[in-house]
């Protein structure tokens, strides 16, 4: 809706997510937080800690994450715009940054779908929309690579998952993912997107659904690396 969206930027002006300063009217952060934002570099690393985190997990070919996350930061306001306040153009300009940074890698030509972690139905339904979804479509417009969001599915609600040790997490997320069309799937190399990477339980799972489908290879690229 360009149309309602431009009335709406006439209405409620837009102000730098870093700095509060008033800008032009597509951005979300200005010029100069643009170039203060916390990049991990990892995608022009082949061993970083994204692949660190799934040593001994599961196989994955490539991975990293864009931005750092920290309490306060720019990053943590533009995830929680994307997520709670329905900023869609959070979403979008990771999504630009992050074709940025994969463009440039050697690899990113062999990627076939690019995927985003799917969120149950009951929860989307509430929030209207998957964040994952956001940052996947941009990537997917900005890299000209296909997105499917609705190849993989989260058919069971998992409820928080902090209380829980690392193998009861691990345990509880091995049957929440579905893919409803394998053969789509098959020989295909997957790269799977999400906003943010903390232990990987969630990736790990969908991850080895993925990676159970004939000749599948797995990359992935999250938009924080929370430490
Ligand atoms: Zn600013």
Redesign the pocket.
Known sequence: MPLFNDILDMIYPRY??????L?DSDDV??????D?LPYTDFFKHDNNPIKEIFYGRIIIQHGGSLLFYTKESLTQRLIFNLKYENNHHAGKLIGILMAKELSSTDWINEIDVIIPMPMHRKKQRVRGYNQATIIAQSLSDNLNIPMNEEIIIKSIHTETQTHKTREERWQSMQHVFEVKDKNALAGKHILLVDDVITTGASIEACGNKILSIENTKLSIATAAYAL
């Open positions: 730098c997510m870093g700095c509060d300063s800008l952060v200005c010029f100069d937080c643009m203060e």
